[in-house]
């Protein structure tokens, strides 16, 4: 059993930046996927970028390539998304999620923890 909790939210004005944090604690992740999702209000919970915890590829929704980027520090059980570039549109609360293999990686529903998420917001 293992736990997820996100931080690094906030309120910044188009074109701004920020980074969300994930914490993992417990059984993660050297051998395990991490993954931020994200919904906004009314709409359904929709990818936004993985990899896997130990490296190898990385994975980008089309709205996130090339502005966002996923990392982690696996020694510490930290992962991170860098956003860049945001926009109004990209206001939603952001979620961390972990599962276990890369099979079906975009699919939320193959993702087996999740953390309790944090409200990005963008100004215009």
């Known amino acids: 059993q293992g736990e997820l909790v996100e931080s690094g939210g906030g309120l910044v004005q188009a074109g701004g930046s920020l980074r969300l944090s994930c914490v993992a604690s417990g059984r993660f992740f050297s051998d395990e996927v991490m993954g931020w999702f994200r919904q906004a209000p009314g709409k359904e919970r929709e990818f936004v970028a993985a990899?896997?915890?130990?490296?190898?590829?990385?994975y980008y929704a089309d709205f996130a390539e090339g502005r966002f980027t996923i990392s982690r520090d696996s020694t510490e059980g930290i992962g991170y998304l860098l956003m860049n570039s945001l926009r109004p549109e990209d206001t939603a609360v952001y979620y961390c999620?972990?599962?276990?293999?890369?099979?079906?990686?975009?699919?939320?529903?193959?993702?087996?923890?999740w953390g309790q998420g944090t409200q990005v917001t963008v100004s215009s």
């Open positions: 990899r896997g915890w130990s490296g190898g590829s990385t």
């Open positions: 999620a972990a599962k276990s293999t890369t099979s079906r990686i975009r699919d939320r529903r193959t993702y087996k923890y």
